[in-house]
């Protein structure tokens, strides 16, 4: 064995002691920052919540503000919509998702379709039934 050979082994060896394993991981940055969903009528801020994947309203036009009010929500801005996503591959996270005019939480899915859109999924039934939008990067 050559001896660059050598040395590139060492090295990757020492990466593998010291990398954090990936369930220590925060989520990937691809998906971390503030979407706008097909409407235009809110915008998510993505981010990590401890190892998972979390997002939060951080603006809401005055209809979906309205929308939630008569839903019972009497604060959207702040509200956690995307809830405890982790991943499962790249560029893909499953998770749930609050849709505060229906006032509940369902299974959903997250697919990274660009670095500046996201398919996001909600479902019922365990998953037979789906609807999904493109988020675009706001």
């Known amino acids: 064995m050559s001896v660059s050979r050598i040395a590139a082994v060492a090295a990757l060896g020492a990466l593998a002691l010291t990398s954090t394993p990936l369930s220590a991981q925060a989520p990937a940055t691809g998906v971390d920052g503030t ?9 998510v801020k993505t981010g990590p919540c401890g190892d998972k994947l979390c997002g939060w309203v951080v603006w809401a036009s005055p209809q979906a503000l309205k929308d939630a009010s008569d839903s019972g929500v009497a604060k959207l801005i702040g509200t956690e919509l995307l809830q405890d996503y982790h991943s499962t591959g790249q560029g893909k996270w499953q998770g749930r998702v609050y849709v505060p005019d229906m006032g ?6 997250i697919q990274q379709e660009g670095p500046n859109s996201l398919k996001i999924s909600g479902c019922i039934l ?11 990067r706001a």
Do not use: A, E, L
């Open 35 to 43: 979407w706008v969903n097909p409407h235009g009528s809110v915008k």
């Open 104 to 109: 509940r939480s369902y299974y959903s899915t």
């Open 126 to 136: 365990g998953g037979w039934i789906c609807k999904s939008q493109i988020w675009q």
